[in-house]
């Protein structure tokens, strides 16, 4: 039985977050306007804050708090992709009152009707991810790894990476999301 | 279950933020300023957030709260604050185990709470009526 963090837990620990904790947020935060529109990175941050405090999603504290928090926010992010956000309404912790304050987000979006290419525009970002990298061996292997549920570890030893290749990789990968190589994809 | 494109996003997006908490705070800062962000600037911004979203959640907590108080009017109601003197936890605890306080609340047992949350938490208890009886 895994044990899970109380309301409290989650608080103190996203409380805790030190200046470079919160940078590693605002940077993961920044990579997201690469896939999605400004305004809806600003409420996947809010919406995965709101999410991880209410319980909406729980916290295995075996798992390190930001790796839960980025889980957090990528499984938000597919759920972005797949609705239209055309209307962005103003952030809920803007001061608005009322109950509907803390509404979620997706649950003001309309789930039909919207745009089919918003349905499979996040979809497509991995294989332009993919395709950027076709040619690097090691940063592919970095991502099959995950996309088949591979600890660093497994995945290193399945594609005989030494753990200086992976870290290299690892940073050929951030650094061509983070500086806008894939900003033409859309 | 996962379909193919949202454990293909899923895997991809998972090698992004392994990439990005594999780097160094030297790194990490000088990633945010080539984004145009100064790191100080960005730490205070997401921390605002969090603290926005905390104050969200709590409002919401105390709306539920009250909301639940309305629908139980039988719950007793106990005035005064003879207790002040007393360890704070261990009147929190007190008043968390009254009978009828709301679920919302009795979940939060102020364990990894600070001094001043817990005063917080218990001036909004009493903004519910819940309180210490001077004779308990």
Wanted: proline share 3%; hydrophobic share 45%; glycine share 8%.
């Amino acid at each position: 039985m895994r044990d899970i963090a109380s309301e409290d837990e989650v608080r103190a620990a996203l409380f805790a977050l030190n200046d470079h904790a919160l940078g590693w947020l605002e940077l993961r935060a920044g990579a997201y306007r690469r896939i999605l529109p400004a305004e809806d990175v600003e409420e996947l941050v809010n919406e995965t804050l709101l999410r991880v405090l209410n319980g909406c999603r729980k916290w295995p504290k075996d798992v390190p708090f930001l790796a839960f928090i980025f889980e957090c926010m990528r499984s938000l992010a597919w759920e972005f992709g797949k609705r239209n956000r055309r209307e962005i309404p103003e952030s809920r912790f803007g001061g608005a009152d009322g109950v509907e304050e803390e509404e979620s987000y997706l649950d003001t979006q309309p789930a039909a009707g919207g745009d089919p290419e918003d349905a499979t525009r996040v979809a497509r970002f991995a294989g332009e991810v993919e395709r950027m990298f076709e040619q690097d061996d090691n940063v592919m292997a970095i991502i099959i790894g995950r996309i088949e549920g591979l600890s660093a570890d497994e995945t290193r030893e399945r594609f005989d990476m030494t753990t200086k290749a992976f870290e290299a990789a690892q940073k050929r990968l951030r650094r061509s999301v983070l500086a806008g190589r894939l900003d033409g994809w859309r | 279950m996962k379909n193919d494109d949202e454990k293909r996003f899923a895997g991809t997006m998972a090698a992004v933020d392994d990439a990005i908490l594999a780097a160094t705070p030297a790194e990490v800062a000088a990633e945010l300023r080539a984004l145009g962000l100064d790191p100080k600037t960005a730490a205070a911004a997401m921390h605002a957030k969090i603290e926005a979203a905390v104050r969200a959640r709590g409002k919401k907590l105390m709306q539920a709260a009250a909301e639940q108080l309305r629908r139980d009017r039988g719950l007793p109601v106990i005035a005064g604050d003879a207790a002040a003197s007393g360890d704070l936890r261990s009147k929190l605890a007190r008043l968390l185990s009254q009978p009828g306080v709301p679920t919302t609340l009795a979940a939060r047992d102020g364990r990894t709470m600070s001094d001043a949350d817990i005063v917080s938490l218990i001036e909004d208890l009493a903004e519910l009526g819940i309180t210490e009886d001077e004779q308990q």
